[in-house]
T-cell receptor, first 113, second 114 residues
Framework: KQEVTQIPAALSVPEGENLVLNCSFT??????LQWFRQDPGKGLTSLLL?????REQTSGRLNASLDKSSGRSTLYIAASQPGDSATYLC????????????FGGGTRLMVKP | KAGVTQTPRYLIKTRGQQVTLSCSPI?????VSWYQQTPGQGLQFLFE???????NKGNFPGRFSGRQFSNSRSEMNVSTLELGDSALYLC?????????????FGEGSWLTVV
C-alpha cells in the first residue's frame, strides 16, 4: 500500500528566503506526482505535475524534482513571499490506479513579512 | 472557463440523516473523483467515476455511495450520518481520466454532523 510522507509538517520562514519542502513515497511504481496548494478553508490548487519519466518541472518561482527510484520529491520555492503562506500537499498516482491520488499529510508554510 | 463547482458549500445535518453532495466538473472532463478531508486522517480517496462507471473505490463503508450522469456531473451520498462524517468533501475532475492528466479540485462542501 502506497504511503506518502511530507516533512516538515510545519515551517515558518522570513520573507525572501528560499525553501525546500520534502515528499517521500514508499512504492516507486508511480505514474506521476502532483504538488498542490491549499489555502485555509479552500479547495486544492494544482501547482506542478511531474510524470514518472520526468526529473523536474518549473513554474515561476516553483521548481519540483522527482527521484522515482529513491521515492522522493522536493518542491523548491524561491524568494518566498507572504502570499505563499498555505499548506502544500504532494500526491502520487500509482500505476494501474486510474486517477486515484494518495496524499501526504502536507506542510503548513508561513512566510513572515 | 469555469472550474469544478461543488454544491452546497456548507451544510449541517443531524446524526442518522442522509446527505447528497453535487459536483459539476470542468467542461469536457469525464473523470470525477471524490475525497474526504479531516484534520485527523488528512485527504482520503472515496471513489472515482469515468463515463458513468465507478472505476476505483477507496476504503469507506457502504454508507458512502456515488454516481455520475451522462453529462459527467456527479453526486455522492452518505446515508445514516455519523459524527465522524463531519469533513470537507472535495470533488476533482480531469480530462480523460488517465493518469498523467492534471487533476483540478473544487472548493469543497463542508459537512457538519451534529
Amino acid at each position: 500500500k502506497q504511503e506518502v510522507t511530507q516533512i516538515p509538517a510545519a515551517l515558518s520562514v522570513p520573507e525572501g528566503e528560499n525553501l525546500v519542502l520534502n515528499c517521500s513515497f514508499t512504492d516507486s511504481a508511480i505514474y506521476n506526482l502532483q504538488w498542490f496548494r491549499q489555502d485555509p478553508g479552500k479547495g486544492l490548487t494544482s501547482l506542478l505535475l511531474i510524470q514518472s519519466s520526468q526529473r523536474e518541472q518549473t513554474s515561476g518561482r516553483l521548481n519540483a524534482s522527482l527521484d522515482k527510484s529513491s521515492g522522493r520529491s522536493t518542491l523548491y520555492i524561491a524568494a518566498s513571499q507572504p502570499g505563499d503562506s498555505a499548506t502544500y500537499l504532494c500526491a502520487v498516482v500509482n500505476n494501474n490506479a486510474g486517477n486515484m491520488l494518495t496524499f501526504g499529510g502536507g506542510t503548513r508554510l508561513m512566510v513572515k513579512p | 472557463k469555469a472550474g469544478v463547482t461543488q454544491t452546497p458549500r456548507y451544510l449541517i445535518k443531524t446524526r442518522g440523516q442522509q446527505v447528497t453532495l453535487s459536483c459539476s466538473p470542468i467542461s469536457g472532463h469525464r473523470s470525477v473523483s471524490w475525497y474526504q478531508q479531516t484534520p485527523g486522517q488528512g485527504l482520503q480517496f472515496l471513489f472515482e467515476y469515468f463515463s458513468e462507471t465507478q472505476r476505483n473505490k477507496g476504503n469507506f463503508p457502504g454508507r458512502f455511495s456515488g454516481r455520475q450522469f451522462s453529462n459527467s456531473r456527479s453526486e455522492m451520498n452518505v446515508s445514516t450520518l455519523e459524527l465522524g462524517d463531519s469533513a470537507l468533501y472535495l470533488c476533482a475532475s480531469s480530462l480523460v481520466g488517465l493518469a498523467g492528466n492534471t487533476i483540478y479540485f473544487g472548493e469543497g462542501s463542508w459537512l457538519t454532523v451534529v
